[in-house]
């Protein structure tokens, strides 16, 4: 049993190179919430069915992560928090099915998030959403003050801050997916049979958690940059 | 042949020393974590949630640790 990672179906549409693999994955968690967003949405009732008390009971949970880190401006940015939690959620989930089963041509099904590509892009939308957000809050001017709390000679530091920020979302989400799939690729080469499993049960709590720290840390970045004092 | 072995230690050498100061760390937050709730039973959410978002910006240290591994392991290929 040999070990790869990293391995991608790779098809080249102009000049760009385009990872199959994890777009078709990427697709399928969005269609998956997407689809059951529908069907919580037309079957509303005054008394819950299980699926929608199990949608408020997530919309309340991201509900209080966003105030709690963003305060009483946080439902204005619920949206963006909670397709953060619901898709990085469903995504590092959707990695522990048995993809193995399906033959590609190269590489194979997994989560899309152990593509630093995914990771990258989310990391990216976050970066612009919090810029946008500080300028719309406090208007251009008001935002590049921020820079210079508390004193002047911080103004480096904070602006490689919004360099470092992406760059941590992105390798933090994309290596522990990663890493996770590796340790399981590796302890099924030892021993197929029942080892691996306290790890795949370990790797679903990853799953959460690191959804929940990407959309914790996106609300605790859009909070830092509209809060009122500094 | 050289450089290949070299390469392969310094791979083993990245991930090892660097997982050293994020494991002392992420030892100290969970103690501390700890003994807040055995303290103060009624903060128990609040500090888990700060210790998780703690614990998630220390386990980054050892997976860019991990990163310059894997790059590594590109290079010899």
Request: proline letters at 4%; zero cysteines; a negative charge.
């Amino acid at each position: 049993m040999e070990i790869s990672f990293g391995e991608h179906w790779i098809e080249h549409i102009g000049p760009l190179q385009v990872h199959v693999d994890t777009i078709l994955t990427a697709w399928l968690a969005m269609a998956f919430l997407i689809i059951v967003a529908l069907i919580i949405r037309f079957n509303l009732d005054r008394i819950p069915s299980k699926i929608q008390a199990l949608a408020e009971m997530a919309l309340d949970f991201i509900k209080n992560m966003a105030t709690g880190q963003i305060g009483k401006d946080g439902r204005k940015h619920i949206a963006l928090i909670a397709s953060l939690f619901l898709f990085i959620l469903t995504a590092n989930l959707m990695g522990q099915l048995p993809w193995k089963l399906i033959h590609l041509k190269e590489g194979e099904f997994a989560s899309p998030t152990n593509d630093i590509n995914t990771t990258a892009a989310l990391a990216i939308i976050v970066l612009i959403y919090y810029l946008g957000a500080g300028i719309m809050k406090k208007g251009l001017l008001g935002h590049i003050k921020h820079y210079f709390q508390p004193v002047w000679f911080m103004a480096p530091m904070n602006l490689l801050e919004d360099v470092t920020r992406p760059f941590s979302l992105a390798l933090r989400l994309f290596a522990n997916i990663l890493a996770g799939e590796v340790i399981i690729m590796v302890l099924v080469a030892l021993i197929p049979v029942g080892l691996p499993i306290p790890m795949v049960l370990f790797e679903l709590f990853v799953a959460f958690i690191q959804a929940f720290i990407f959309a914790i840390l996106a609300a605790s970045y859009i909070g830092a940059v509209t809060s009122e004092e500094h | 042949m050289e450089t290949k072995a070299i390469a392969l230690l310094a791979m083993g050498l990245a991930i090892g020393l660097g997982a050293i100061g994020p494991g002392l760390g992420m030892g100290h937050a969970v103690a501390s974590a700890i003994e807040a709730t055995a303290r103060q039973p009624e903060a128990e959410g609040k500090v888990r949630t700060l210790m998780f978002i703690g614990l998630a910006f220390l386990e980054a240290l050892a997976l860019y640790a991990l990163v310059i591994a894997f790059i590594i392991m590109a290079q010899i290929g």
